[in-house]
T-cell receptor, first 108, second 116 residues
Framework: QKEVEQDPGPLSVPEGAIVSLNCTYS??????FMWYRQYSRKGPELLMY????GNKEDGRFTAQVDKSSKYISLFIRDSQPSDSATYLC????????FGAGTQVVVTP | KAGVTQTPRYLIKTRGQQVTLSCSPI?????VSWYQQTPGQGLQFLFE???????NKGNFPGRFSGRQFSNSRSEMNVSTLELGDSALYLC???????????????FGPGTRLTVL
């Protein structure tokens, strides 16, 4: 079993809809949680990071961490075609672990 | 501040050859990590260097090696290339990698290696 599980998708949504992404993990030692966005043939870019449980909002993006359930989420409001990318969750306690990434397609 | 740079961006090699990839981290970053990304396996950790020392290593064969120089620049070498080594090789840098906020890694654009 992988330490970080993420549904690879693809997840297809119409423009303007809310995109909901999530990851589950098994190692309770993880302390920092991150979301990366990766466009095709590019390196991942950091979108958001959170520490411990709670919510964090940045523009159209909201990251949630529920350590008791070992579950993290990323929500993208008012999705745009430019949000079409692969989204990877990542978490660390000294060793960074990535999820497999979820491919998101936002259709006009 | 300039981002992480990787050279070359694209590379085509044949089986049995060896290849060296280069990574220049963000100025001030001391940790450099290497990853292999393939459609089937996702992002897999190769190794991490900090202050010229390999600090962490993933589950890859000894054909994969790396090093870091005093200016934090890093190189990765793959010897005796196999078809399965075809992948996007990503380099990421951070200030440190000890489970703190400073762990946030910033990725380069990657080197796409094709082995024929």
């Amino acid at each position: 079993q992988k330490e970080v599980e993420q549904d690879p998708g693809p997840l297809s949504v119409p423009e303007g809809a809310i995109v909901s992404l999530n990851c589950t993990y098994s190692n309770s030692a993880f302390q920092y949680f991150m979301w990366y966005r990766q466009y095709s043939r590019k390196g991942p870019e950091l979108l958001m990071y959170t520490y411990s449980s709670g919510n964090k909002e940045d523009g159209r993006f909201t990251a949630q961490v529920d350590k008791s359930s070992k579950y993290i989420s990323l929500f993208i409001r008012d999705s745009q075609p430019s949000d079409s990318a692969t989204y990877l969750c990542a978490m660390t306690w000294g060793k960074l672990q990535f999820g497999a990434g979820t491919q998101v397609v936002v259709t006009p | 501040k300039a981002g992480v740079t990787q050279t070359p961006r694209y590379l085509i090699k044949t089986r049995g050859q060896q290849v060296t990839l280069s990574c220049s981290p963000i100025s001030g970053h001391r940790s450099v990590s290497w990853y292999q990304q393939t459609p089937g396996q996702g992002l897999q950790f190769l190794f991490e260097y900090f202050s010229e020392t390999q600090r962490n290593k993933g589950n890859f064969p000894g054909r994969f090696s790396g090093r870091q120089f005093s200016n934090s620049r890093s190189e990765m070498n793959v010897s005796t290339l196999e078809l399965g080594d075809s992948a996007l090789y990503l380099c990421a840098s951070s200030y440190n990698l000890q489970g703190t906020r400073a762990d946030t890694q910033y990725f380069g654009p990657g080197t796409r290696l094709t082995v024929l």
